[in-house]
């Protein structure tokens, strides 16, 4: 096939394909999943391709997703209902990757795949992260931050001491105004302001500082247990 040269994943085709036949039938039946990033490449354009069979939804179209799939009782509805509805107007692009870091032990770079969900955005993986992206710069900053983060400051050369510093200070900027970008395009998706963004961080914020002290409790709890292990006081 002229241009089909595909990623091989270090398996022999039949291996290759049991997987990603497995991979698709979990990403259509629970929305997202955690992967690493070459198979979430080749995962995305499978999940497309059922989910435009999905829309179509002839009888030959539902005898290629039976034939491809596993549990076709429970993935043919969805395709060819839940996401048919969902995706009337969109012509394609139903998956969104997101790279998520790499993996402790052999650091294989790590992402999480999830089909769209434009009526209900917040519910999306990436509203999430973006959101707890916020949450850890707020935290660290110990200001309101969205403002912040959709307008960073630029970089101006006469205010570092050399050259090599102006650089990085230049990659720094160009990784904000990304970050930027995506919020913004998140807040347009979404239909918040930058009232509203600031309102779910500063919840998500609250809901960390909260985590922190408990850790911070069981450290204290470990120390007196240690110390005096047969007064122990109860805590909550």
Do not use: C
């Amino acid at each position: 096939m002229h241009g089909g040269v595909r990623r091989k994943l270090n398996m022999d085709s039949a291996l290759r394909r049991q997987v990603l036949r497995n991979l698709t039938t979990d990403l259509i039946k629970h929305g997202r999943l955690e992967t690493t990033m070459p198979r979430a490449k080749e995962l995305r354009r499978l999940a497309d391709k059922m989910i435009t069979l999905g829309k179509r939804g002839t009888e030959h179209d539902r005898h290629q997703i039976e034939a491809y799939l596993y549990q076709p009782k429970a993935v043919v509805p969805l395709l060819m209902d839940t996401y048919a509805k969902r995706f009337a107007d969109r012509p394609g692009g139903f998956t969104r990757v997101i790279s998520i870091g790499n993996r402790k032990g052999d650091h294989a770079p790590m992402a999480v795949i999830e089909i769209l969900n434009p009526d209900e955005p917040q519910k999306e993986v990436s509203f999430s992260y973006l959101i707890r992206s916020l949450a850890t710069m707020q935290l660290k900053e110990e200001t309101k931050i969205v403002d912040k983060a959709l307008k960073p400051a630029k970089a101006e050369e006469g205010t570092y001491a050399g050259k090599r510093e102006f650089k990085k200070a230049l990659g720094e900027q160009a990784s904000k105004e990304r970050f930027a970008r995506k919020l913004e395009k998140m807040m347009r998706n979404a239909k918040l302001t930058s009232e509203q963004v600031q309102e779910y961080v500063d919840a998500d914020v609250a809901h960390a500082r909260k985590l922190m002290e408990r850790q911070a409790d069981k450290k204290i709890h470990r120390l007196v247990k240690e110390k005096w292990p047969e007064n122990t006081p109860a805590m909550e």
